[in-house]
Nanobody, 123 residues
Framework: QVQLVESGGGSVQAGGSLRLSCAAS????????MGWYRQAPGKQRELVAV???????HYANSVKGRFTISRDSAKNTVYLQMNGLKPEDTAVYYC?????????????????WGQGTQVTVSS
């Protein structure tokens, strides 16, 4: 019973900003890597940014210098600050996390996905 819930999507004009949030909840022991993916209609889902438990980050070349990923470990929440948005950023953005679940006396690890939040950037 782990859920990832995204929020913060919406419609903005080119050059605008949005901040996405994704909160993990449930029987969580630990959250390892967390990331943001996006998928445009008819396209494959692609990695936008990822942040590890130690804070190291990686960004797709297309968003470097514009997007910033961060996390609040105490809240099991990851953020994506998106500045200088471009029409080509339009997509459904999905939160992704590698989560170790508490399963009574045992644990189970796996990748979890949020349901996605729409980001639309108009020209």
């Amino acid at each position: 019973q782990v859920q990832l819930v995204e929020s913060g999507g919406g419609s903005v004009q080119a050059g605008g900003s949005l901040r996405l949030s994704c909160a993990a909840s449930g029987s969580i022991y630990s959250v390892n890597d967390m990331g943001w993916y996006r998928q445009a209609p008819g396209k494959q889902r692609e990695l936008v940014a990822v942040i590890s438990s130690d804070g190291s980050t990686h960004y797709a070349n297309s968003v470097k210098g514009r997007f910033t990923i961060s996390r609040d470990s105490a809240k099991n929440t990851v953020y994506l600050q998106m500045n200088g948005l471009k029409p080509e950023d339009t997509a459904v953005y999905y939160c992704n996390a590698d989560i170790k679940r508490k399963m009574g006396v045992a644990y189970a690890s796996g990748i979890h996905w949020g349901q996605g939040t729409q980001v639309t950037v108009s020209s």
